[in-house]
């Protein structure tokens, strides 16, 4: 039986969205790949689906499926447009919602302009909680060297609910994105594998950023690789406590007063279709 779903977008990274309150959906990690698909399926960077929480105080649960059919702690662009599909849904009549992830419980805000922003919880920089496999000390408070494809990297380790490596690079147009990239998210440092973001800081209030993401590549925004790189950059003193990030899809505005403080995202979803898939038939 068909079901019914939304395809949107955050600054381009795109997600297909289901209402797993309404109706039933069944995805294995083969469905998953193929719904992502571009050629063969609808085509997305992530699945998204909302269903009922599993504890008291929250208003949905959230789950995450990269394109590569596994299931993730979190995803900023992706709560933005879940913020938005329960919304315009009629889910709730909330502008500020609470939402259970693998990661954590989130906070959503729909603004009046229609942006969303989200309250991404606190970094995490303990290895085991990123989790990382340190070979030696920090070289700097958060910055480990990492041997990929046998040049040794200074990499800023962190998590957001999933887990990040941010490097510096003085150009991110000349970023080597595609070959270190996937070296770095299936690094053997990294059991469960991680974020690869490469960023090029501008000024203390302005970065640019392209991101690999675990099991979808390099998509053309990341909302927890904005909030991992201007934590990064703000715990290593080199950026101001608001930055506005420039990825390839666009700008994001993110916030960190520091220590235990949350992170706060800023920036646009966007419903680009509604339709209706068998995916019985994937």
Request: contains cysteine; neutral net charge.
């Amino acid at each position: 039986m068909p079901v019914a779903f939304s395809k949107m977008h955050g600054l381009g990274n795109d997600f297909v969205v289901f209402d797993g309150l309404r109706q039933r959906v069944f995805l294995t990690p083969e469905k998953i790949r193929r719904l992502a698909d571009r050629r063969f399926g609808v085509g997305c960077d992530q699945v998204l689906v909302v269903e009922a929480p599993g504890r008291e105080g929250v208003d949905f649960r959230y789950r995450i499926y990269n394109a590569d059919g596994g299931e993730v702690e979190q995803c900023g662009n992706g709560a933005r447009c879940f913020a938005r599909f329960v919304r315009d849904q009629g889910l709730t009549d909330k502008t500020e919602i609470r939402v259970e992830t693998l990661g954590g419980v989130i906070v959503l805000r729909i603004e009046p302009d229609g942006q969303v922003t989200v309250d991404m919880g606190r970094p995490r920089f303990a290895p085991a909680e990123v989790p990382f496999i340190p070979q030696g000390a920090a070289r700097d408070e958060i910055v480990y060297d990492l041997n990929v494809l046998g040049e040794i990297l200074p990499v800023m380790v962190l998590s957001m609910g999933n887990p990040h490596a941010v490097q510096i690079v003085p150009d991110v147009d000349r970023a080597p994105v595609v070959t270190q990239g996937p070296a770095i998210e299936r690094h053997v440092q990294f059991p469960q594998r991680v974020n690869a973001g490469f960023m090029q800081i501008v000024d203390r209030g302005h970065i640019r950023l392209r991101v690999h993401e675990r099991g979808a590549g390099e998509t053309l925004a990341c909302g927890t690789g904005a909030c991992a790189a201007v934590v990064a950059g703000r715990r290593r003193g080199l950026l101001d406590a608001r930055v506005e990030v420039m990825v390839r899809g666009g700008r994001l505005t993110v916030a960190w007063e520091g220590g235990d403080a949350p992170v706060w995202m800023t920036g646009p979803a966007e419903t680009v279709y509604d339709g209706r898939i068998d995916l019985d038939k994937l």
